[in-house]
C-alpha cells in the first residue's frame, strides 16, 4: 500500500473549480478528484479513487477530457494517476472529512472540499496590486473584492499564511505588512479601505520595491517559509518587469503574475515588451503565470490560484549555485592534447555546463581556446539555453599549437568577463591544461582573482601541479585539479561543480 491512498470523491462538484495539470499521469498539485474524472476513473458523481504516487515529470500535456480541460505544466516534483478505488477502503474513508482528503504525495497542497485544509499552506505573501489609471476606480473595487476572496481562502492565521498588500501606481506604496493582520477578517477589512491611487502602472518599479523592502524580519517575514509577490495586472505594465524579475530572484522571492484583460491585438502595439510576464517570473513554464479574462465573474479563479500560493515545493525562485553562475572554460589547444584526448576534454566541458540552468536570467557558459593564440570560442551571451551551449562545445575545433596559459588568463578575464563583471552572476573560470605554460601564470592569475573571478586549475598529464597552484583561487587545495589521464577528467565532474556550488554559497555569507 506504501505509495497509494484511497479518496472518496463526493458528488456533483461544479467542474470548473477542478485544476488538473496532465493527462494520466497528473501533477501532484492537481484536484484529485478532478483528474479522477478527467480520466474517466470517476463521473461528477463521485466515487472511491485510489491514488498511486509517482515520480515527477517533465511536461504535462493539457488534454480535453469527460468535461475538464487539464492544464500545460512542465517540471514538477511528483506525480500521481488514479485508478478506481476499492469499496471497504472507500466506506473507511467517509470516516472521514472529505474536505481534508488529500493523497500522500507530499505536496501539501489542498485537494478537495472547502474549506480547503490551509495548515498544510505556510507562505509570506504580498499581494501587489493594481493602482493606476488603466484599471481605474471601478475594476479597482472588483480587484479589491478578489483579492480578499484569495485571502480569506488562504486561511490566513498566526501559523498558516501571512498576506500584506502594495499598490503600484506611478510610486508603489505599501499599504500594510504581513505583521499587521493575522487574522483573515482583519485582512478583510483591511482590503476593503484601499484607496484607489491612480497613475502610471509602473509595475516594474513596484515589484522591485516590493522585493526589497517588504520581507524585512522586522516587517513580519518568517524565516525559512516562502516567500512570494502575486502581481495583479490590469491590460500592460508601463515599465520594465525584467529587471525587477531579477531583483525579486536575488531575493529569494518568487513571483506570480496574474494578468487581467490581455492586451488585444489592436492595444499590441502600445506595450513595450509583449513579454512581460515571462520576464517576470523566474521559471517559464506556466506555473507562475495567471490569466483571467476580465475582473468580472473571477470567483471561480479563486481556488486554482490559492491552491498554487500553497503549493510549498514549487516555490524555488530564489537565486542559487544553479541559476546565477558565469563560468567560463579555458582550454588548452596545445599540440600536446591530441585531437581525441582534446574531445574529452570537451566531454568534460560539457558534463560541468549540463549541471547548470543556462539562461538569459540564469547562469551563462563561455569557452576560450588557447595555444600561443587565443580564440574565443563563444561568449557569455553568445548562448543563452543549454542545448545551445552544448551544440556550441561539440562544434568546437582543435587548434594545436604552443602553450601560453598566462596570456590566456588575462585576454579571458578582459574579453570575456569584462562585459559581466557587473552582472548578478558570480564568476568562475575553469582553466584546463595539460602541460608546462611559456609564460607566468601568476600575474594574470592574480589579476582574475582580484577581478573577482573564482579560479579552478584543472591540470592533465604533464601540468605542473606548482603552476596549477600557482593559478588557482584560495584555498588553493581546494581549486585544484589533477588527473595522470584524460579519462580521469570526468570523475572530476561531480567535484568542480561542488567546488561553484561552495564558494558560491560561501559568498553569499
Ligand atoms: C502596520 O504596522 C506598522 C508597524 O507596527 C505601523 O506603523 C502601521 O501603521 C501598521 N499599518 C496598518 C495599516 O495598520
Keep these: 500500500r506504501k505509495g497509494t491512498e484511497d479518496v472518496l470523491c463526493p458528488a456533483n462538484c461544479p467542474l470548473w473549480q477542478f485544476y488538473v495539470f496532465g493527462d494520466g499521469v497528473y501533477a501532484s498539485l492537481s484536484s484529485v478528484c ?81 474549506p480547503l485544509g490551509m495548515r498544510y499552506c505556510k507562505a509570506d505573501i504580498a499581494f501587489l496590486i493594481d493602482g493606476s489609471y488603466n484599471i481605474g476606480q471601478r475594476r479597482f473595487n472588483l480587484q479589491k473584492n ?4 484569495v485571502a480569506v481562502m488562504l486561511g490566513i492565521g498566526t501559523e498558516g499564511p501571512h498576506v500584506g498588500v502594495v499598490q503600484a501606481s506611478e510610486h508603489p506604496k505599501i499599504e500594510f505588512y504581513l505583521k499587521n493582520f493575522t487574522a483573515a477578517k482583519e485582512v478583510l477589512f483591511a482590503i476593503k479601505e484601499l484607496g484607489f ?38 491590460g500592460w505594465p508601463s515599465d520594465d518587469l525584467e529587471e525587477a524579475g531579477i531583483v525579486a530572484r536575488e531575493f529569494g522571492v518568487n513571483v506570480f503574475i496574474v494578468s487581467v484583460a490581455k492586451p488585444t491585438t489592436e492595444e499590441l502595439g502600445m506595450v513595450q515588451d509583449i513579454g512581460f510576464v515571462d520576464k517576470a ?66 566531454e568534460f566541458v560539457s558534463n560541468v555546463a549540463k549541471a547548470f540552468e543556462i539562461s538569459d536570467i540564469g547562469s551563462k557558459v563561455a569557452a576560450v581556446q588557447f595555444t600561443y593564440d ?29 602553450t601560453a596559459t598566462g596570456d590566456a588568463i588575462s585576454f579571458t578575464t578582459r574579453n570575456v568577463f569584462g562585459p559581466v563583471k557587473d552582472g ?24 582574475a582573482q582580484k577581478a573577482g573571478i573564482t579560479v579552478f586549475s584543472v591540470g592533465v598529464a604533464w601540468a605542473p601541479l606548482d603552476d596549477l597552484k600557482d593559478m588557482a583561487s584560495e584555498p588553493r587545495e581546494s581549486h585544484t585539479f589533477f588527473t595522470r589521464e584524460f579519462t580521469g577528467l570526468e570523475q572530476m565532474v561531480p567535484d568542480i561543480i561542488r567546488g561553484i556550488c561552495r564558494d558560491f554559497l560561501d559568498s553569499k555569507q
Excluded at 595539460?434 to 601568476?442: L, P
Design 146 to 149: 478578489f483579492v480578499g476572496k
Design 281 to 346: 517570473v523566474c521559471r517559464n513554464n506556466g506555473f507562475f503565470s495567471y490569466q483571467m479574462p476580465t475582473w468580472f465573474g473571477t470567483t471561480k479563479y479563486v481556488k486554482p490560484l490559492v491552491q498554487k500560493l500553497c503549493s510549498h515545493e514549487q516555490m524555488l525562485c530564489s537565486k542559487t549555485c544553479y541559476n546565477s553562475v558565469n563560468i567560463g572554460f579555458l582550454i588548452d589547444g596545445s599540440s600536446s592534447v591530441g585531437e581525441s584526448n582534446f574531445r574529452l576534454v570537451l
Design 197 to 234: 491611487r491612480g497613475g502610471n502602472s509602473n509595475t516594474g518599479k513596484a515589484l522591485k520595491y516590493t522585493a526589497q523592502k517588504f520581507f524585512s524580519l522586522e516587517n513580519g517575514a518568517r524565516k525559512g517559509i516562502p516567500k512570494i509577490i502575486v502581481v495583479f495586472l490590469d
Design 424 to 447: 548578478p552572476n558570480k564568476n568562475f573560470l575553469v582553466v584546463l591544461t595539460d602541460g608546462q605554460s611559456y609564460d607566468d601564470v601568476r600575474g594574470p592569475a592574480a589579476a
Design 34 to 114: 478532478g483528474a479522477a474524472i478527467h480520466s474517466g476513473v470517476i463521473t461528477n458523481t463521485g466515487g472511491a479513487v485510489r491514488v498511486q504516487t509517482l515520480p515527477g515529470q517533465d511536461n504535462y500535456p493539457a488534454v480535453n477530457a469527460n468535461g475538464i480541460q487539464s492544464q500545460v505544466l512542465s517540471r514538477w516534483a511528483s506525480s500521481f494517476s488514479v485508478t478506481a478505488g476499492a469499496k471497504n477502503t472507500a466506506l473507511e474513508a467517509v470516516g472521514r472529512s472529505v474536505s481534508t482528503a488529500r493523497p500522500s504525495t507530499g505536496t501539501g497542497s489542498p485537494q478537495q472540499g472547502k
Design 374 to 402: 587565443q580564440r574565443t570560442e563563444f561568449s557569455f551571451t553568445d548562448h543563452i539555453t543549454k542545448d545551445k551551449v552544448l551544440s556550441a562545445i561539440r562544434n568546437i575545433r582543435y587548434m594545436s599549437g604552443g
